[in-house]
C-alpha cells in the first residue's frame, strides 16, 4: 500500500493511484482510443470501470432473459360469426381471433390483415377461413368453417300442413333427442332436408313406432325451397313422449 510516507516508490502518485506519467507505460484503450493512465483519477477510472462491468452484465442478463423467455407464436383463439346461416341468406362473416403475442406479419387465405378481426360481407355458400400469423421465427395457423343449413322441424300436430309452424333448429345434423308432448288428436313429427339422408327413431330404448316419410317441399324464410322428409309417428296421443333420432 502506497502512502504520503511511502520512500520505497518515489514517482507514485497516490492521488491517481498509479506511477507519474514518465515511469509507466500508457494505460487504458476507450472508444477505440489509447488514453494516458493520469487521464483519469482514481475514482473517475474506477466509477467508469463500475458502469462498463455493469453495462456488460447486463446486456448478458438480458441476452438470456429474452432466450429463456421466448415463446413461440399461437394462435389462443379463432371464431367465425355467424357459424351457421340459414340456406338462401347472404350473410355478413365476422372472423375475429386473439394471439399470445404480437405477430410480425398475418393472413387469412393468403391475403394480408391487420389488427384482430374481419368481415367479409355477402356469403351465401359454405366457406373455411385459415388464419396464418408468424412472428419472424416461428408461425402458426388455425382454421374455422361457416356453413348454410336449412331447419330441422319437430313438434306435435294433426297433419302435415303446419310443418314449418313446429318447433326447429337450423342444423345439417338429422341425429337428435327430442321431446315433444302430442295431446289428444296430435302425431310426433319430425321434417329434415331429404339430402340429409334417413333417420331411424327410438322411444324408450325400442327402435320404431313412426310412419314411412312423406316428402314435401318446404320453403324457408329466406325463399329457398327444398324437398323435406316428414315423419309422423304411429299413434297420436302419446303425451309426452322423448325421443332419440339416429342416422339410419
Same mark, same amino acid.
Given at each position: 500500500?502506497?502512502? !504520503?510516507?511511502?520512500?520505497?516508490? %518515489?514517482?507514485?502518485?497516490?492521488?491517481?493511484?498509479?506511477? +507519474?506519467?514518465?515511469?509507466?507505460?500508457?494505460?487504458?484503450?476507450?472508444?477505440?482510443?489509447?488514453? %494516458? @493512465?493520469? &487521464?483519469?483519477?482514481?475514482?473517475?477510472?474506477?466509477? =467508469?470501470? $463500475?458502469?462498463?462491468?455493469?453495462? /456488460?452484465?447486463?446486456?448478458?442478463?438480458? $441476452? =438470456?432473459?429474452?432466450?429463456?423467455?421466448?415463446?413461440?407464436?399461437?394462435?389462443?383463439?379463432?371464431?367465425?360469426?355467424?357459424?351457421?346461416? !340459414?340456406?338462401?341468406?347472404? +350473410?355478413?362473416?365476422?372472423?375475429?381471433? #386473439?394471439?399470445?403475442?404480437?405477430?410480425?406479419?398475418?393472413?387469412?387465405?393468403?391475403? %394480408?390483415?391487420?389488427?384482430?378481426?374481419?368481415?367479409?360481407?355477402?356469403?351465401?355458400?359454405? +366457406?373455411?377461413?385459415?388464419?396464418?400469423? *408468424?412472428?419472424? +421465427?416461428? #408461425?402458426?395457423?388455425?382454421?374455422?368453417? &361457416?356453413?348454410?343449413?336449412?331447419?330441422?322441424?319437430?313438434?306435435?300436430?294433426?297433419?302435415?300442413?303446419?310443418?314449418?309452424?313446429?318447433?326447429?333448429?337450423?342444423?345439417?345434423?338429422?341425429?337428435?333427442?327430442?321431446? &315433444?308432448?302430442?295431446?289428444?288428436?296430435?302425431?310426433?313429427?319430425?321434417?329434415? %332436408?331429404?339430402?340429409?339422408?334417413?333417420?331411424?327413431?327410438?322411444?324408450?330404448?325400442?327402435?320404431?313406432? @313412426?310412419?314411412?316419410? &312423406?316428402?314435401? #317441399?318446404?320453403?324457408? /324464410? *329466406?325463399?329457398?325451397?327444398?324437398?323435406?322428409?316428414?315423419?309422423? *309417428?304411429?299413434? /297420436?296421443?302419446?303425451?309426452?313422449?322423448?325421443? !332419440?333420432?339416429?342416422?339410419?
Amino acid at each position: 500500500m502506497h502512502d !504520503e510516507y511511502c520512500n520505497c516508490c %518515489p514517482d507514485w502518485n497516490d492521488d491517481k493511484n498509479r506511477f +507519474q506519467p514518465e515511469n509507466r507505460f500508457v494505460g487504458d484503450i476507450e472508444d477505440g482510443k489509447r488514453y %494516458p @493512465f493520469d &487521464v483519469y483519477k482514481k475514482a473517475e477510472a474506477d466509477e =467508469r470501470f $463500475a458502469v462498463k462491468q455493469t453495462e /456488460a452484465d447486463l446486456q448478458a442478463l438480458t $441476452a =438470456r432473459v429474452n432466450a429463456l423467455e421466448y415463446k413461440s407464436i399461437a394462435i389462443n383463439s379463432f371464431s367465425a360469426a355467424p357459424p351457421v346461416s !340459414e340456406m338462401g341468406s347472404s +350473410q355478413t362473416i365476422t372472423l375475429a381471433w #386473439s394471439l399470445n403475442k404480437t405477430a410480425t406479419s398475418q393472413n387469412i387465405n393468403g391475403t %394480408p390483415v391487420t389488427g384482430n378481426s374481419k368481415q367479409y360481407t355477402g356469403v351465401t355458400s359454405n +366457406q373455411t377461413y385459415t388464419l396464418n400469423v *408468424s412472428d419472424g +421465427q416461428t #408461425s402458426a395457423s388455425k382454421s374455422v368453417s &361457416v356453413s348454410f343449413a336449412n331447419r330441422i322441424y319437430y313438434g306435435a300436430a294433426a297433419d302435415l300442413t303446419t310443418v314449418t309452424s313446429l318447433n326447429s333448429v337450423l342444423s345439417n345434423d338429422p341425429e337428435r333427442t327430442i321431446t &315433444v308432448n302430442a295431446g289428444t288428436g296430435k302425431y310426433i313429427i319430425y321434417a329434415i %332436408p331429404t339430402r340429409l339422408g334417413g333417420v331411424t327413431f327410438f322411444v324408450s330404448g325400442f327402435e320404431g313406432g @313412426f310412419e314411412d316419410p &312423406v316428402e314435401q #317441399s318446404v320453403t324457408n /324464410a *329466406s325463399g329457398y325451397s327444398e324437398t323435406y322428409k316428414i315423419y309422423r *309417428s304411429t299413434r /297420436a296421443g302419446l303425451g309426452e313422449t322423448t325421443v !332419440e333420432i339416429k342416422e339410419v
